[in-house]
């Protein structure tokens, strides 16, 4: 059995309760190096092998996997976030599933969480706004023109850009077409890891903002008015007119 583990945005502490216990188990362990704190690592056990993927082509990788599972081995694969998030693991899974190895899948905190967590905001705002889109700009991989940023800007919800830090020029520029230039945005450099940086300003401003700071990589952009601090309506799930199925004690299903 293989399987991948979502590593979280840094913190060690921030590793599932069940990745934690994967990786003790693990005989044989593969991390992206880029983006997977290394101190993680100390979670396995002390003849465990372990694989950097940073230099290496899929299926150096899954060579690696599939040899470590067909002798026996635990092996793990360990992913920055959560593997579902731009973690390239689709093509990894299918290569698998072509040569008839099972593996599993282990969520893990997506640093879109660990970002907002840091910025200390929620994403739904009742009364403003209740989507998030998680998106990117197009770079080696593209992306396609019907998810351009201005299109996904005209809905106006919060918004949260991968892998695009290094574009926050052309960020700016396709999100001004759609929203004011006073829009909130922040930027979140290495968020829950120790040298973890917060940028906040606005659509005018945050591209001056980052380049003082000289954030290139490693970062998120969040946009939307969820960033702004004055108080909004509150939650109907706490509201004190507003009873539903487990205040009443009955078992209906709780709805929102
Ligand atoms: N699967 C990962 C995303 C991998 S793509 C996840 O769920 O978070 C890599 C991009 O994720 C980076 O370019 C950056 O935009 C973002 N990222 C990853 N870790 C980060 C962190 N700790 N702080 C801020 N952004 C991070």
Same mark, same amino acid.
């Given at each position: ?44 056990? &002390?003849?465990? /092998?372990?694989?950097? !993927?940073? %230099?290496?082509?899929? =299926?150096?990788? +899954?060579?690696?996997?599939?040899? $470590? ?74 992306? &396609?023109?019907? /998810?351009?940023?201005? !299109?996904? %800007?005209?809905?106006? =919800?919060?918004? +949260?850009?991968?892998?695009?830090? $290094? ?90």
């Amino acid at each position: 059995m293989i399987y991948f583990i979502g590593a979280g945005p840094g913190d060690p502490e921030l590793l599932t309760v069940k990745g934690v216990r994967l990786l003790k188990e693990a005989d044989l362990v593969i991390y992206a190096g880029s983006l997977v704190n290394p101190e993680l690592l100390k979670y396995t056990s &002390a003849d465990c /092998e372990i694989y950097n !993927s940073a %230099a290496m082509d899929l =299926s150096e990788m +899954v060579q690696i996997m599939v040899e $470590g599972e067909r002798s026996g081995k635990k092996v793990v694969r360990l992913h920055t976030g959560d593997p579902a998030i731009y973690g390239a693991i689709q093509e990894q899974m299918w290569k698998l599933e072509q040569v008839g190895i099972e593996y599993q899948v282990v969520p893990g905190v997506s640093s879109f969480s660990g970002a907002t967590a840091a910025l200390k905001r929620e994403l739904t705002i009742p009364g403003k706004v209740q989507t998030v889109i998680l998106t990117r700009l197009e770079g080696r991989t593209p992306v &396609a023109e019907r /998810e351009n940023l201005a !299109s996904l %800007a005209s809905h106006q =919800s919060s918004l +949260v850009i991968f892998l695009s830090v $290094g574009l926050i020029e052309q960020v700016v520029r396709e999100l001004s077409t759609a929203y004011p230039l006073n829009t909130p945005v922040a930027v979140v450099y290495k968020a829950t890891w120790p040298e973890e940086q917060i940028i906040r300003g606005t659509l005018e401003n945050i591209c001056q903002l980052v380049t003082e700071a000289e954030i290139r990589r490693t970062a998120l952009i969040l946009v939307g008015d969820f960033l702004r601090s004055e108080r909004t309506e509150e939650s109907m799930l706490y509201a004190s007119h507003f009873t539903h199925g487990f205040k009443q004690g009955c078992s209906d299903q709780v709805t929102d």
